[in-house]
């Protein structure tokens, strides 16, 4: 033959049996992704979360602001016909009374100030939450904060929070990828069959001897098969390391639906209790209100004292506040609720 030779071959083989390792691969390969959707999909909700509470925190923040806008208003008001009557009136007003008022409207005064910093640091905390430079402000677009009940059952939610909860499904995709390595380390056990085959090409400029047309090219094809017969025992540990690993996953399962029950539980309850505490605080703002108009028309007339009306105009200030505050945790408990459970219970349970 020729002194200057090349060959070229191509091998193929294709497993006809595998006693379960491929399938075992599958399952822990979609069980792993399955894991991370669920990693995603829990970042989703605390992202969704934090912006939904920051933003309603900032409409809180305006809100309290503006009461303290407002009341401070009032007791400036206050202030200056409490020096009008002890200067000009019947003398029942007293100069301590208009140095008692002037401290109450100083130290508001401040508080105000610090409400107004309260303000734009949330407006601030939601841009940061947006990713947006530390220099930025969100300013939301609503000025009042809504109210819903929340609608559906205890038992009926609790029972479909685990179709929908991140953390369940993604102990459940752990478990599926658990069994698929057990699969896997089971296959050693059995053996392993497969068909071969080869391509082959050969050159050389001489045509005789070895270099013939039917040694330059050809094709092979046959069945190989390995029988596993002594491992020293390392086939029936894995197996057994596998199993061990599925058994704890699932334990833990068992203490997440408890935990899961439990969250949702006490959610559920503090939603509740919100809900009560919005219609009694409510009821308890239009009083202070009208409690505060009719002790500054009577203190014009000089039928209450002047800590009457300074009692009620910061006992309005107060419920105000509580009742604003009492509409916001209602908020953020919802929004705690769909980072347990997800958005989709809360839509089946609006329909």
Known sequence: MDEESYRAAVEATWLLYDGGMRKGYREQAKGLVDMMKQDSRRT????????????????????????????????????????????????????????????????LRSMVALLEKNELMAQAAIANTMGLSWKASVIPAEREMPFSPFPGLLDGMVSKAYQFNPDWAKVEAGIRAAEGAVRTAESGHYPKLAITGELHKWWND??????????????????????????????????????????????????LKEGIGLQVRDTFLALNAAEKSHQATQDAMIAAEESRDLNTRAYQHELVETEDVIRAQLMEALMSAQHYKTRYDHIALQSRMNLLVGTEILKKLEH
């Open 44 to 107: 989703d909700l605390e992202i969704v979360d934090s912006v939904k509470r920051y933003y309603y925190g900032a409409v809180l923040a305006t809100q309290l602001h503006q009461i303290g806008k407002d009341t401070l208003a009032r007791m400036e008001a206050t202030l200056s016909l409490t020096e009008t009557m002890y200067k000009e009136g019947s003398g029942r007003v007293k100069k301590t009374d208009w140095l008692d008022n002037k401290v109450m409207v100083e130290s």
């Open 206 to 255: 001489y045509d005789a001897g070895m270099a013939t047309d039917r040694n330059k090219e050809g094709w092979t094809i046959g069945i190989g098969m390995e029988i596993p017969i002594f491992s020293g025992f390392l086939t029936s540990n894995k197996v057994a390391e596998t199993r061990a690993r599925v058994s704890k996953i699932k334990e833990e399962q068992f203490l």
